[in-house]
């Protein structure tokens, strides 16, 4: 539900730029629009739970309507996940479709379908940025946790975009246990085929929530990955890309470069496949959902009067981590990893890197449970190994191959 309220109290005419968002914006930065839960990979980690597509998600049209919507606000840019967004036989045509109503076009993929031909046409194409999805810098580490074959299918992705000339792709690596180890090696399969890195954290949402114990990274490790970030924080057109994934490691010392900040329906948010708007890409569940823009009068109607957007930019205390000297830096941590380890929202990240975390972890706390789950139930042959620790019940069958119409036999097919 949404409701038409004013803001609690007035933007202040001074302060800094994190001060000023804080408060909230007119339109958000930039969003995230997850196409379609369909997937040829069933990732152990995936925030979404995805592997099957929704029935009801958005025809073209209206996803057209968005996009125009979108233009209307002057959002810059939209970050297109899923699932895997190339599945949806609109993709292409979505995307030339943004690109010409001037939104920038970012979209993340496993590089199932970045073949020499499509690298050819996004090289041609302004304003879109490509992600390609990688969780290790060797297969065995990659694989663990995305699946058999993906490693080699990211890489060959990476290498046509390279070939067609695509400038400044993105390896988009989500940092767990297992990797923190190889963030040497990232940096050079990023220099190798003239990319960026991009690292971002690991939460416990969707089946990640069912392997975060496993896979997160250990106290020790994220002091590694603190200071690997700050050695590599001005090394200019070669830096790496962080998307204030780890403004909780600022309680380390020194801030890492970017906003620091929480911007969950502030700066940021998230459409889903079937038109519900939630607070945060992270945060994929009842409680973070501010309205439908199909039942709620659009997407700028949602953006502008929700209820909860109108909360989350109003004066936040800082509860439990009040009285800590490193508040004003890591505020608190990530809304999302303490909402599904099943800590307060006003209290400490679990991963406090000043140790808070753990002594809440040790306490009373209800793990909620997922509001939504796309996985399928019938492996992919291309499933995970990881993917056997998953401790929740299966839903039904895939209703219908995501890759229909792929080549028969193609590595990225799930057709068993």
């Not at 005419?13 to 040829?40: H, K, M, R």
């Not at 250990?218 to 700050?230: A, G, I, S």
């Not at 070669?238 to 309680?251: E, I, K, M, Q």
Request: aromatic residues 8%; hydrophobic residues 35%; proline residues 6%.
């Amino acid at each position: 539900m949404t409701a038409v309220q004013e803001r609690p109290t007035q933007r202040p005419s001074g302060g800094s730029l994190v001060q000023q968002f804080e408060y909230g914006l007119d339109a958000p930065i930039c969003l995230t629009w997850e196409l379609t839960y369909a997937c040829n990979l069933s990732c152990a980690h995936c925030l979404s739970s995805s592997g099957r597509r929704d029935p009801r998600e958005l025809s073209t049209e209206q996803c057209e309507a968005v996009i125009d919507e979108l233009q209307r606000m002057q959002v810059f840019y939209v970050n297109i996940g899923g699932g895997e967004p190339t599945i949806r036989p609109d993709f292409w045509h979505l995307l030339e479709y943004a690109v010409n109503h001037d939104v920038g076009v970012k979209f993340s993929t496993n590089g199932v379908r970045i073949t020499p031909e499509r690298a050819r046409f996004l090289a041609s194409t302004d304003y879109v940025d490509v992600q390609i999805s990688l969780d290790g810098a060797t297969a065995a580490v990659n694989d663990y946790v995305r699946g058999p074959g993906s490693y080699d299918t990211a890489l060959t992705a990476l290498q046509n975009l390279q070939d067609a000339g695509f400038e400044d792709a993105k390896i988009s690596v989500v940092c767990t246990r297992q990797n923190i180890g190889q963030l040497d090696e990232f940096k050079a399969l990023a220099d190798r085929f003239g990319a960026t890195l991009r690292l971002t954290r690991l939460r416990p949402s969707g089946r990640g929530a069912d392997v975060w114990d496993e896979l997160h990274p250990l106290p020790e490790q994220q002091r590694v990955l603190y200071d690997w970030l700050m050695a590599h924080a001005n090394d200019g057109q070669s830096g790496v890309l962080t998307g204030d994934s780890f403004f909780h490691l600022a309680a380390f010392g020194e801030s890492l470069p970017g906003l620091n900040l929480c911007g969950a329906g502030r700066v940021v948010c998230l459409i889903d496949p079937v038109g519900d708007v939630y607070a945060c890409p992270f945060a994929i569940h009842d409680n973070f959902l501010a309205g439908n823009l199909l039942a709620d009068g659009g997407f700028q109607q949602v953006w502008q009067t929700s209820e909860l957007f109108a909360d989350l930019r109003s004066p936040q205390t800082g509860g439990a981590c009040a009285k800590c000297s490193f508040y004003d830096s890591c505020r608190g941590g990530c809304m999302a990893a303490k909402f599904f380890t099943g800590l307060p929202l006003d209290g400490p990240d679990p991963e406090c890197v000043q140790g808070y975390g753990e002594t809440a972890l040790a306490g009373d706390r209800t793990i909620p449970a997922a509001s939504q789950d796309h996985s399928r139930s019938t492996p992919a042959r291309n499933q995970p190994v990881m993917l056997k620790l998953m401790t929740r019940p299966p839903v039904s069958d895939c209703a219908e191959s995501p890759l229909a119409g792929f080549e028969p036999g193609h590595q990225g097919s799930c057709c068993s």
